[in-house]
């Protein structure tokens, strides 16, 4: 297991099934170790929209970030990423091509805290941005203070199944105050 401050992240296109034109994405990020999760909109995959949501993730953080681990999309791998990462002293991994399960962990959350959430229409105005925004914030809330949630600890197979064992529930933030790794403040 990793300790806290190792996030993943990854986007998901609110295109509504046309891939054409201008519309939102939403840039989420999870943290490996205590599941603790932050979502925002941003207008676009430039670089300037996904650094600034990314900043704004990060303080919104109870810990510091210490490493990203995006996937091979163009948001990600790309010089400005990179040099907001050095600037920040932020270490910086990437997937290996089609193996989606690099990320699992922002990948589950994409579908439980972002389909399941929002949809799957289209949203390209300011106003759906706005609301959207708006929307992760409270939702955020109630699922890192007050959701609990189960972590996979072991995996086994016996035979053709898989045995799997589950940490107790808690939600993110009771994850965080029990860590040893996390500073009180």
């Given at each position: 297991?990793?300790?806290?401050?190792?996030?993943?992240?990854?986007?998901?296109?609110?295109?509504?099934?046309?891939?054409?034109?201008?519309?939102?994405?939403?840039?989420?990020?999870?943290?490996?170790?205590?599941?603790?999760?932050?979502?925002?909109?941003?207008?676009?995959?430039?670089?300037?929209?996904?650094?600034?949501?990314?900043r704004e993730m990060r303080q919104a953080m109870p810990f510091p970030v210490k490493h990203l681990h995006p996937d091979n999309g163009s948001e990600?791998?790309?010089?400005?990423?990179?040099?907001?990462?050095?600037?920040?002293?932020?270490?910086?991994?990437?997937?290996?091509?089609?193996?989606?399960?690099?990320?699992?962990?922002?990948?589950?959350?994409?579908?439980?805290?972002?389909?399941?959430?929002?949809?799957?229409?289209?949203?390209?105005?300011?106003?759906?941005?706005?609301?959207?925004?708006?929307?992760?914030?409270?939702?955020?809330?109630?699922?890192?203070?007050?959701?609990?949630?189960?972590?996979?600890?072991?995996?086994?197979?016996?035979?053709?199944?898989?045995?799997?064992?589950?940490?107790?529930?808690?939600?993110?933030?009771?994850?965080?105050?029990?860590?040893?790794?996390?500073?009180?403040?």
């Open positions: 297991s990793v300790e806290p401050g190792h996030v993943q992240l990854d986007t998901v296109g609110h295109d509504g099934g046309i891939s054409s034109g201008d519309y939102t994405f939403t840039l989420t990020l999870s943290d490996v170790c205590t599941g603790w999760t932050e979502r925002r909109a941003v207008k676009n995959r430039a670089s300037r929209w996904i650094t600034d949501a990314l990600f791998i790309n010089i400005n990423l990179y040099r907001y990462c050095k600037t920040n002293k932020i270490g910086l991994s990437r997937s290996r091509a089609g193996r989606k399960n690099d990320n699992c962990w922002v990948e589950q959350k994409n579908f439980d805290t972002v389909r399941k959430l929002v949809g799957y229409g289209r949203y390209g105005s300011p106003e759906a941005l706005e609301a959207l925004n708006g929307l992760y914030r409270v939702q955020g809330v109630l699922q890192n203070y007050v959701l609990p949630s189960m972590k996979l600890r072991d995996k086994t197979r016996i035979g053709s199944r898989i045995q799997k064992l589950y940490d107790k529930p808690m939600t993110p933030a009771q994850r965080v105050l029990g860590h040893k790794d996390i500073s009180k403040e």
